[in-house]
């Protein structure tokens, strides 16, 4: 909401469907920049925004205004053609919108307490999604139209969800993550699998879609801390990694590959055959590899993982060495790029390869430091 996180001079940012282009929200305007190179491609200063979401690369925006100014109503969600500069269609709502979703197919608009299906291309509303409290609008979307899923939270004391197929119009299946309350959750962009976490931020769960069954749990720390954002690795099949942001400041990236062999070694032991897998799965902490101080503690981010480059070893069986481009925004106004290593002996290394500010950028420029 507008007044969510009034501290920071970003009042909403996300990465478009393939994470080629970022778009932020401010007091003063929006912004739209190439993930790539950091160049400004478009901007537009009206007044504050908390919802700015893109169609791909293309001129289509959804945008929410913030409500410092009548015209832009948090309850009012405007199409926008950033050619033209002119709004293409509106739509109003009792209450204020808290998040959209949209593909090429479909539009998601997420109240506190209904969800709303759209037919993206005449705007026909489709389905009508009946949903517990949900006050911070988490939800998950899945792009692509073979697996396109919506989930989410099913419960205000555990943390269950509710996994949606926004094409066939009908309910999935429900599933039950967390003890705790859900407090992020993002699906892989084939909507095969979906990860979780809850209030407390120590465990990070992934299921799979199909079947509705947990396939990993990943220890993220010790101590509680607030996930602020989760994503998978740009994978038409399993996701290499998965990478989580949190309150503490750190950047956690999960191996999946290898914490699929590090379960088959398991499961063929002694030790193994008597712990059950639920227990195995967050005993090791070798899948786990961790940037300390990334971005400064406490301050809201949301991170992407853009690209991965493998580098196939055929000397080393069942293993793959790869590069992974991990992209951040603080919402005080950094982006930052890393590098992930990680090698056959499951060795990683974190280099930061770009860094600049999201709100100094120039129009048509690129700016790097």
């Known amino acids: 909401m507008a007044n969510q996180f009034s501290s920071?001079?970003?009042?909403?940012?996300?990465?478009?469907?393939?994470?080629?282009?970022?778009?932020?929200?401010?007091?003063?305007?929006?912004?739209?920049?190439?993930?790539?190179?950091?160049?400004?491609?478009?901007?537009?200063?009206?007044?504050?925004?908390?919802?700015?979401?893109?169609?791909?690369?293309?001129?289509?925006?959804?945008?929410?205004?913030?409500?410092?100014?009548?015209?832009?109503?948090?309850?009012?969600?405007?199409?926008?053609?950033t050619t033209t500069r002119n709004?293409?269609?509106?739509?109003t709502f009792l209450t204020s919108v808290l998040v959209v979703r949209l593909n090429r197919k479909r539009l998601i608009v997420v109240?506190?307490?209904?969800?709303?299906?759209?037919?993206?291309?005449?705007?026909?509303?489709?389905?009508?999604?009946?949903?517990?409290?949900?006050?911070?609008?988490l939800s998950a979307f899945s792009p692509c139209l073979d697996g396109c899923f919506l989930a989410l939270p099913a419960s205000t004391t555990k943390g269950s969800m509710l996994v949606y197929n926004v094409m066939?119009?009908?309910?999935?299946?429900?599933?039950?993550?967390?003890?705790?309350?859900?407090?992020?959750?993002?699906?892989?962009?084939?909507?095969v699998?979906?990860?979780?976490?809850?209030?407390?931020?120590?465990?990070?769960?992934?299921?799979?879609?199909?079947?509705?069954?947990?396939?990993?749990?990943?220890?993220?720390?010790?101590?509680?801390?607030?996930?602020?954002?989760?994503?998978f690795g740009p994978s038409k099949e399993l996701p290499n990694i998965l990478v989580a942001t949190s309150s503490?400041?750190?950047i956690h990236a999960f191996s999946l590959g290898f914490a699929i062999n590090q379960r088959r070694r398991r499961s063929s032991s002694f030790l193994g055959s008597i712990i059950p897998e639920s227990v195995t799965d967050v005993l090791d902490p070798a899948d786990h590899h961790v940037l300390h101080n990334a971005v400064p503690a406490g301050v809201k981010s949301c991170a992407v993982v853009r690209c991965i480059n493998k580098v196939a070893d055929s000397s080393v069986s069942e293993s793959v060495a790869f590069r992974a481009s991990i992209s951040i925004i603080t919402y005080?106004?950094?982006?930052?790029?890393?590098?992930?290593?990680?090698?056959?002996?499951n060795e990683s290394s974190w280099?930061?390869?770009r860094e600049f500010n999201l709100l100094a950028a120039i129009s048509g420029h690129a700016i790097n430091s």
């Open 8 to 81: 920071y001079p970003i009042l909403c940012a996300s990465f478009n469907q393939d994470n080629s282009c970022v778009a932020i929200g401010t007091r003063h305007g929006f912004r739209i920049f190439d993930s790539s190179t950091g160049r400004l491609l478009y901007e537009r200063a009206i007044g504050a925004f908390i919802i700015v979401e893109m169609l791909y690369s293309s001129n289509l925006l959804a945008i929410v205004g913030a409500g410092e100014q009548p015209a832009l109503s948090p309850r009012r969600l405007c199409l926008f053609n």
């Open 87 to 91: 709004a293409l269609q509106e739509l």
């Open 111 to 137: 109240l506190q307490e209904k969800t709303f299906i759209y037919d993206v291309n005449n705007l026909n509303i489709l389905d009508t999604i009946d949903t517990v409290p949900n006050l911070k609008g």
């Open 168 to 191: 066939e119009l009908q309910s999935h299946c429900e599933i039950d993550a967390h003890q705790s309350p859900l407090a992020a959750m993002v699906l892989s962009s084939n909507g």
């Open 193 to 231: 699998y979906i990860a979780t976490a809850s209030e407390q931020g120590t465990i990070i769960r992934v299921h799979l879609v199909s079947e509705a069954t947990k396939s990993y749990s990943f220890r993220r720390g010790t101590y509680p801390s607030t996930i602020y954002s989760l994503s």
């Open 248 to 250: 503490s400041g750190s």
């Open 332 to 345: 005080s106004g950094c982006f930052l790029e890393y590098r992930l290593s990680i090698n056959h002996q």
């Open 351 to 353: 280099i930061l390869e």
